[in-house]
């Protein structure tokens, strides 16, 4: 679970870090926290990774947290999740930031358990859309059972490992979005094992030939050059 935090003010940083620090249970994705306190920085970071949720302070000295949170949904084919954290707190700002896409709006000073609520919410109603961990989800032919961890073709067992399994389910159900390596190896591999060689340039070569992610099977596995892989299905390539 990749986060970006972004407020000018570095005390309040480190207030939300503590706050969803705490979230996380056991048997969960590992979370990376991101701190960004001027709003280039966090859009210089979107032109490169992948997040999963932003948190974002409205009142900056440059670029605002409403106007990153608009560049995101006129420019990221799959837009984060997005919770605006701000001292503003009137009736039309909370409308104006839903009306740009803002999944929810938290006031400041806010309260731990409040925003942890509304995080968990958020992710919870982002991950349905996505389909949820648990489920059995049929892309075309394919069926990703959770349960077994297993994927089969027209009923027939495709031999995969664990991490290939959680690999290629991860790029089923962020179909047509853009995810970076380093959001990849930050969800699959420990530290030491991307340090020691290349490993999801071949789980990526093997995924392709285990599922056929090619064009005559209506699926096309796009290399991003400098920035990582996106799934796409032939129909949405070609529309």
């Known amino acids: 679970m990749q986060i970006a935090i972004l407020d000018d003010e570095p005390a309040e940083l480190r207030r939300v870090e503590q706050t969803l620090l705490q979230m996380p249970e056991a048997g969960d994705d590992a979370w990376s926290l991101h701190s960004f306190e001027r709003g280039e920085d966090l859009l210089l970071q979107l032109r490169r990774e992948t997040f999963d949720l932003l948190i974002l302070d409205w009142q900056l ?26 001292s503003r707190d009137a009736e039309s700002d909370i409308v104006q930031a839903l009306n740009a896409g803002a999944d929810d709006y938290v006031s400041k000073p806010f309260r731990p358990n409040e925003l942890k609520a509304r995080v968990a919410a958020v992710l919870r109603r982002h991950s349905q859309l996505r389909g949820t961990a648990g489920e059995v989800l049929s892309f075309n032919d394919l069926v990703f059972d959770d349960a077994e961890l297993t994927v089969t073709r027209a009923g027939v067992p495709i031999a995969m490992t664990e991490r290939e399994y959680r690999l290629a389910r991860c790029l089923f159900t962020h179909l047509g979005r853009p995810l970076s390596r380093e959001y990849l190896y930050a969800r699959f591999w420990p530290h030491e094992e991307v340090e020691s060689s290349r490993p999801l340039d071949t789980h990526i070569y093997r995924l392709r030939n285990k599922l056929g992610l090619t064009a005559d099977r209506s699926w096309q596995l796009r290399t991003i050059y400098g920035y990582g892989y996106r799934l796409e299905s032939v129909a949405a390539v070609t529309e």
Request: net charge negative.
């Open 61 to 86: 000295p440059e670029l605002s947290g409403l106007e990153l949170l608009s560049w995101t949904r006129e420019h990221l084919e799959a837009p984060p999740a997005t919770i605006m954290l701000t």
